[in-house]
């Protein structure tokens, strides 16, 4: 109590009387304190209520409630959430039920545009798109997912492979939990413990990688070859496009032909020596071979026969004594030929060149086997199929671009000293995990920094026939059910 | 007590508060800190054993989240439960209070789980901003209730009820008119005399002057705070002065009185001062948790739907 509030005449400690110096409906007028505690929760009840209203039925909000964005990839889908969120109440079910598999989106609408096979025909079950693929993380790449969900069954294959199932049984997989290091880290490459290459084509990478150059053929300057001018990536930089003879062989190793015989006159001897200038074809893919080679040969003695028939006409007499050493003349008792027996001559003479000839066919291509050999009636030699690799390792996805700052023999050091066919060069792991070393200096070494969970992108089958309306709304053709991939399909 | 109106009745610097945070509260720590290691040993071996770590949208995740979304409800009941004496079957005062504390500080660790150490999207954000603050108010109070009671005990040697104080400023002031009154007449509304024969530097006109600009205002409410007066010392000097003036009769006892008024003024004024300090964060703390109710209920609900 306040000292000017006791009574002083009666010298005692207590007042007057109470209500003489207390208001006693004081708690009907609050101080500002007071009226504010009470006034200002309310305000902001109401207000973020309102807020959250607002923002929840005003269009154009949706932004606000996600966790991130949605990937790059998804852009168009930020402020549709049905588009992807297809089950209502998903994430509450999930609650419910204890169950993680639970999701509101559903593999449907993942399936909708993307052709998301399974991962491998023998694995037990199937998990959810989304289990892996974790949206709302800002614009990230979705397919990068982390170890763990690698790991989760790759730490311990039997228990995620069904035995029962066909498929690449007789592939050594082993359980991985990193790629360095750990309890089980990454194998050796298989091709590393198992260097077979089935190529046929007979190829001295020493020779070709001579640092004094080689000859070039039709003159005598020499060229030091470069791994480029050789093997190129494709559009996509990833892997080496195919060697191919026209473009990579030819200029080096052309398929000589010549028009064989005297030509007297003299503008057929200059086509002629036009037409040893250009070497014989080479059959170009796989569905060609030896009767192309042949055909389009014909074809050119024939095309050189009908413009200058002097050289099928009644031969000299000196010509006719002199018959090509050794060789049986079809038109002999005969003094005249037509176009088409002289192509034939020129053609049977210039294959017996090109296929028996040391610098013919046999330079590169092996013999078949003899069993393959065509009969006695038909002595055209058959050889191998090249079986070129066109891809060395095909569980990985691999990026020869963003790789182009290396020398090529850092990794494919052996590449300088092949002299045989049967030479593996491709890299090991160790020449990896140089650069893919775990420190904060190196590249990543995350799974799918080389691996791909679904087959290769060709193989699928994704929906290309979406109007633009459906595609912005994510409504793509009906969902197909998820198929196990064929062990062919990689 | 020994008080000091020179000093606004504080005595020296030395007291021994009584904490509102003691050994009594050992068991309610020893609670929180168990309870908070098992969510901690939980969350660590759930992200170390799950494949893309820890998510709040897990099912494990989502029951972090109830966890802390109920301890937050628990602390906010404290306020309903003060309004509603009929519960007090739920629990005495104080349990709710340690209650309070102890498990809205858990709360934090539990929701900071729950969000697997992600800030997520504008609302999750604002949701973070709002439960921070508001656990940090809370501190900031627990703190200043630990302190500034004991402060007001000491430093305050006549508390009044706050609500009280403008009623007291009223009387204190009619107090301090009617003893000016006693020295220098009825009061005609002009400080300065406006009667010819006045002179306006006697004794009662510097003493009326003095009184209606300095200490008048000074006595009222709200309370001045840049007033000179509030200065302990000064009015002592102006009196002073005014009483060494020719009076021709004794004013020491009236101007001692008047000293008096004004130092209680002076106490009312730092009490009100340490009353907001030990009441004023509330206003923070209570609004910020009604927002972050009605934007966790918010977020909630979207995250169950989505």
Redesign the interface.
């Known amino acids: 109590?306040?000292?000017?509030?006791r009574d002083l005449r009666s010298a005692s400690e207590y007042p007057k009387s109470l209500s003489s110096?207390?208001?006693l409906d004081?708690?009907r007028r609050?101080?500002r304190?007071?009226r504010?505690?009470r006034l200002?929760?309310w305000?902001?009840?109401l207000l973020?209520?309102g807020l959250?209203a607002a923002l929840?039925w005003l269009p154009g909000n949706r932004?606000?409630?996600?966790?991130?964005s949605v990937s790059t990839a998804h852009a168009i889908f930020n402020e549709d959430?049905e588009a992807c969120?297809n089950a209502?109440?998903?994430?509450?079910k999930?609650?419910l039920r204890?169950?993680?598999e639970l999701r509101?989106v559903t593999d449907e609408a993942c399936l909708r545009c993307h052709a998301g096979d399974a991962h491998h025909v023998r694995q037990v079950g199937q998990s959810a798109c989304v289990?892996?693929h974790?949206e709302?993380r800002g614009r990230i790449a979705m397919a990068r997912?982390?170890d763990?969900?690698c790991?989760?069954c790759h730490t311990d294959l039997t228990r995620h492979t069904d035995a029962t199932k066909p498929g690449d049984a007789d592939r050594p997989f082993r359980d991985v939990t990193s790629f360095l290091g750990g309890r089980q880290p990454h194998p050796r490459f298989f091709l590393t413990d198992n260097p077979q290459d089935e190529g046929t084509i007979r190829f001295n990478h020493e020779a070709h990688m001579n640092p004094k150059g080689l000859l070039v053929a039709g003159s005598l300057e020499r060229k030091q070859l470069r791994c480029t001018d050789c093997h190129q990536t494709d559009d996509a930089g990833r892997y080496m496009k195919p060697i191919r003879y026209q473009k990579h062989c030819r200029d080096c190793h052309p398929l000589n032909v010549r028009v064989f015989g005297t030509i007297d006159e003299i503008e057929a001897q200059e086509e002629a020596d036009r037409f040893r200038a250009e070497p014989a074809s080479h059959p170009a893919d796989a569905g060609e071979g030896l009767d192309t080679v042949r055909a389009v040969l014909r074809d050119r003695f024939l095309q050189f026969a009908y413009q200058y028939p002097s050289v099928h006409a009644p031969r000299s007499r000196t010509e006719a004594e002199s018959p090509i050493p050794g060789r049986s003349d079809p038109d002999s008792g005969s003094t005249t030929r037509s176009a088409a027996d002289w192509a034939e001559q020129q053609l049977r003479e210039n294959t017996r060149m090109l296929f028996d000839g040391p610098g013919g066919c046999r330079y590169c291509h092996r013999l078949a086997a003899p069993s393959r050999r065509n009969s006695e009636a038909d002595p055209t030699p058959r050889f191998e199929p090249p079986r070129i690799a066109s891809r060395w390792f095909p569980h990985s996805v691999f990026s020869h671009e963003r790789h182009r700052s290396l020398d090529c023999r850092q990794c494919h050091a052996q590449a300088t000293e092949s002299r045989s066919t049967s030479d593996v060069l491709m890299p090991s792991i160790e020449s990896c995990q140089k650069c893919h070393n775990g420190t904060p200096q190196g590249a990543r070494t995350d799974c799918v920094e080389c691996h791909a969970y679904h087959a290769p992108q060709e193989t699928r089958d994704s929906p290309r026939d979406l109007a633009i309306e459906d595609f912005l709304r994510g409504q793509g053709v009906h969902a197909p059910a998820k198929t196990p991939r064929t062990p062919t399909g990689r | 007590m020994r008080t000091s109106p020179a000093h606004g009745g504080i005595v020296g610097s030395r007291w021994s508060p009584s904490l509102l945070i003691d050994s009594r509260q050992k068991g309610w720590f020893l609670a929180t800190v168990a309870l908070g290691l098992l969510a901690t040993i939980l969350y660590v071996w759930y992200d170390s054993t799950?494949?893309?770590?820890f998510?709040g949208?897990?099912?494990i995740g989502?029951?972090y989240g109830i966890v802390g979304s109920g301890l937050m409800i628990y602390a906010g009941l404290l306020s309903a439960l003060r309004k509603v004496p009929s519960l007090w079957w739920l629990g005495s005062r104080k349990v709710w209070l340690k209650g309070h504390i102890w498990l809205g500080l858990l709360s934090q660790l539990v929701i900071l789980f729950h969000s697997g150490f992600?800030w997520?999207?504008?609302?999750?954000q604002v949701l973070w901003v709002v439960l921070t603050l508001t656990i940090a108010t809370g501190i900031f109070g627990l703190v200043a209730q630990q302190f500034v009671p004991a402060m007001i005990t000491q430093r305050i040697t006549?508390e009044?009820?706050?609500?009280?104080?403008?009623?007291?400023c009223a009387?204190?002031r009619r107090?301090a008119d009617a003893l000016v009154d006693s020295l220098c007449g009825p009061f005609d509304g002009a400080v300065e005399p406006t009667n010819g024969d006045a002179d306006p530097g006697s004794p009662r006109a510097q003493l009326r002057r003095y009184f209606e600009n300095e200490v008048r205002p000074f006595l009222g409410e709200p309370y001045p705070s840049r007033s000179p007066l509030t200065t302990p010392g000064a009015l002592e000097a102006e009196l002073a002065t005014i009483s060494a003036l020719a009076w021709p009769s004794d004013v020491e006892g009236s101007l001692w009185s008047l000293r008096?008024?004004c130092d209680?003024r002076r106490l009312l004024g730092e009490q009100e001062r340490l009353?907001?300090w030990l009441?004023?964060w509330?206003?923070i703390h209570?609004?910020?948790s009604?927002?972050l109710l009605?934007?966790g209920l918010?977020h909630a609900v979207?995250?169950?739907?989505?």
């Open positions: 109590m306040l000292p000017s509030q110096w207390l208001e004081y708690f609050p101080r304190l007071r504010l505690r200002v929760p305000t902001v009840l973020s209520t959250i929840t932004r606000i409630y996600q966790a991130d959430c969120h209502s109440f998903g994430t509450a999930r609650l204890g169950n993680n509101s289990k892996c974790h709302h997912v982390e763990g969900h790991i989760a | 799950t494949p893309g770590g998510t949208g897990s099912v989502m029951w992600h997520g999207g504008p609302l999750e006549n009044v009820p706050y609500e009280q104080i403008p009623q007291f009387q204190i107090k008096s008024l209680e009353h907001h009441h004023g509330l206003l209570i609004p910020l009604v927002a009605v934007l918010a979207l995250s169950l739907y989505y």
